[in-house]
């Protein structure tokens, strides 16, 4: 008798490589292919979103999409349509035509993959007319997607309520929803599974302690340096654009001291990155910004680094933050309720920093609207002093958690399996 097919899983990844999203994406496939768990993953990406056009003759069992709004649509509507399309044209397998590729047999080129997939006007407008019956074709493949940038009310009444609804849109025709945290679970009515973020390539052994004084000296009071070490860093990491705290930072800050972003400047945003030279000329920070850091040279960049700073206050889940974990150093992080997650799941990996109002001492309350849930922590200014002061506290003596990617395609498989 002739060993009955595994079951098929097509992910469908939008964006370029470099992007946080597209390559979670990309390296969940790696990690499903060199895993073993009875599942055939095959892989359909596409480096622009003008590239969606549904397939005609994709077959899978299940269609896995990592999802976020503005990679596959101009508007976090028609982002959900798009993936409707994709699954409307989908059916349950049979021989793929060399639509979909297997990364284990060596792959495409994106190119190639993106020309594979893309469909004529009138696959579009069957396409169309046939998203109404997601979720009633027998023969469709399962959608599972994992969502990133989760909609949060701190966006602004009109973006959020857009966001919103785009999203709920998604989640209503999948039929299971994958998230990085419990905070953004709660954004959905219906159950998502949350699979937190991984630990990539964690650093087995930390540096040595001499290290931690090879790359920092005190800062007194009056922000003047002593000493004749490197001048002291203050280092975020990831693409750099408004809303995730840079100027916070640059304020915190002590005179004298590096605030170093690690990371290029989003596309759109070069007036952002001289509004905050501006302001750190003003404070007497220097302000460096290094542009894409290659994954060749991230260790050192962030070994270079005094204090790991991660003052995005709204984020609903942070690969950046991981990547600092990942590297042995515990990070100064804004208050809230992602970051409590964070430390409640893994303890002295982080430090939370609150905001000081007027009148307030170095020991705040953090109660933003949606935030945590209270509690007395350092403002920011005392947690990124407090850890110049003492550099070795930036480090971590014991190796990263072991939460990869093995762990994470563990986690996918059941959740596949189960609608297989």
């Known amino acids: 008798m002739a060993a009955a097919a595994r079951p098929v899983v097509c992910h469908v990844v939008v964006g370029p490589p470099h992007h946080g999203v597209t390559r979670y994406g990309l390296a969940l496939v790696d990690a499903c292919t060199s895993s073993p768990g009875g599942l055939t993953h095959r892989l359909v990406h596409l480096g622009d979103r003008e590239d969606l056009t549904p397939p005609s003759s994709v077959e899978a069992d299940i269609i896995h999409v990592t999802f976020t709004d503005h990679l596959f649509g101009s508007d976090p509507a028609s982002a959900a349509r798009a993936v409707a ?10 021989p793929a035509a060399g639509l979909l590729y297997d990364p284990a047999d060596g792959g495409a080129p994106a190119g190639e993959a993106a020309q594979a997939v893309s469909g004529t006007g009138e696959e579009s407008r069957r396409a169309g007319e046939a998203e109404e019956r997601i979720g009633e074709a027998g023969d469709r493949p399962r959608l599972t997607v994992s969502v990133h940038d989760v909609p949060q009310p701190a966006e602004g009444e009109d973006r959020y309520a857009r966001r919103a609804r785009g999203y709920a849109a998604l989640a209503e025709q999948a039929d299971a929803v994958v998230v990085n945290s419990a905070h953004e679970a709660a954004f959905f009515d219906s159950d998502a599974s949350v699979i937190p973020l991984p630990i990539e390539d964690p650093r087995p052994q930390p540096p040595v302690a001499a290290r931690c004084e090879d790359v920092s000296r005190q800062v007194d009071g009056a922000g003047d340096t002593t000493g004749d070490a490197a001048v002291p860093t203050v ?88 990547t600092w974990i990942a590297h042995n150093r515990r990070v100064v992080v804004a208050d809230g309720p992602y970051m409590r997650e964070v430390a409640e799941r893994w303890s002295e990996r982080v430090v939370l920093a609150g905001e000081r109002g007027p ?11 949606g935030g945590a849930s209270g509690g007395d922590v350092p403002d920011l200014a005392s947690a990124i002093e407090s850890m110049l002061g003492d550099p070795a506290s930036a480090w971590c003596a014991e190796p990263p958690p072991a939460w990869g990617w093995p762990e994470l395609v563990a986690a996918y498989t059941r959740l596949w399996s189960e609608l297989t």
């Open 359 to 369: 009148g307030q001492g170095a020991a705040v309350v953090h109660d933003a609207p």
């Open 85 to 94: 399309r994709l699954v409307a044209e989908a059916r349950r397998p049979g």
């Open 235 to 322: 280092g975020l990491l990831g693409f750099v654009y408004p809303g995730k705290g840079y100027e916070r930072v640059i304020e915190a800050a002590p005179a004298g001291v590096l605030v170093r972003a690690l990371g290029a400047v989003a596309t759109g945003h070069d007036d952002y990155a001289a509004q905050l030279s501006a302001l750190a000329a003003e404070r007497g920070v220097d302000f460096e910004v290094s542009g894409y850091v290659p994954d060749s040279a991230l260790a050192a960049e962030l070994d270079a680094v005094t204090v790991p700073v991660c003052p995005h206050r709204h984020v609903s889940a942070s690969g950046s933050l991981n």
